[in-house]
T-cell receptor, first 114, second 115 residues
Framework: LAKTTQPISMDSYEGQEVNITCSHN???????ITWYQQFPSQGPRFIIQ???TKVTNEVASLFIPADRKSSTLSLPRVSLSDTAVYYC???????????????FGSGTQLTVLP | EAQVTQNPRYLITVTGKKLTVTCSQN?????MSWYRQDPGLGLRQIYY???????DKGDVPEGYKVSRKEKRNFPLILESPSPNQTSLYFC??????????????FGQGTRLTVV
């Protein structure tokens, strides 16, 4: 499984767009990039997943450059309730985001300020 | 509603007293797994199962047992709990990533304290 590197923490203000970048220099050809959100004492929650280029859903966008060695989770117009830890995971095959094997790093603690 | 349900949510027990934490999912998922989360150590996988009667060790299986007799249930068993198993436990389930990625669903967590 590819190792990921994320900032330990980030602060933002309500209404701003937040971009969290994850580095995964050793990503393999069949690896997917998956982001999870976790609130204190709750289970992680799937946010978004992608393989290349850009993926957008109702809560976030995921930008993946052509070399796929990094990815950026973009949260538009954050609110106080977006304060959480965000994890970037990389894995392929049976580890493509499945419960078979999820390797969580330290994540990024996002704090949204009023 | 699609969900993974763990019970109990909170448990305080004494060293050596066998306990079981239950996990049930209603999404007909083949894959299920257990994680523990500790401050400074993050989420670590204990055991996983790829289908009924198919289980295997994760990264930290010592002191734990699991069984998968039915597709929906994946209980975590601590035969003789010790204080170092005090932790926050999560169960997760997903379908296999056939043809692409997939997403895992997590339970609400079980906070276990062993004294």
């Amino acid at each position: 499984l590819a190792k990921t590197t994320q900032p330990i923490s980030m602060d933002s203000y309500e209404g701003q767009e937040v971009n969290i970048t994850c580095s995964h220099n050793n990503i393999a050809t069949n690896d997917y990039i998956t982001w999870y959100q976790q609130f204190p004492s709750q289970g992680p929650r799937f946010i978004i997943q992608g393989y290349k280029t850009k993926v957008t859903n109702e809560v976030a966008s995921l930008f993946i450059p052509a070399d796929r060695k990094s990815s950026t989770l973009s949260l538009p117009r954050v609110s106080l309730s977006d304060t959480a830890v965000y994890y970037c995971l990389v894995g392929g095959g049976i580890s493509s985001g499945s419960a078979r094997q999820l390797t969580f790093g330290s994540g990024t603690q996002l704090t949204v300020l009023p | 509603e699609a969900q993974v349900t763990q019970n109990p949510r909170y448990l305080i027990t004494v060293t050596g007293k066998k306990l079981t934490v239950t996990c049930s999912q209603n999404m007909n998922h083949e894959y299920m797994s257990w994680y523990r989360q500790d401050p400074g150590l993050g989420l670590r996988q204990i055991y996983y199962s790829m289908n009924v009667e198919v289980t295997d060790k994760g990264d930290v299986p010592e002191g734990y047992k699991v069984s998968r007799k039915e597709k929906r249930n994946f209980p975590l068993i601590l035969e003789s709990p010790s204080p170092n198993q005090t932790s926050l436990y999560f169960c997760a389930s997903s379908r296999p990533p056939t043809g692409g990625g997939t997403e895992a669903f997590f339970g609400q967590g079980t906070r276990l304290t062993v004294v």
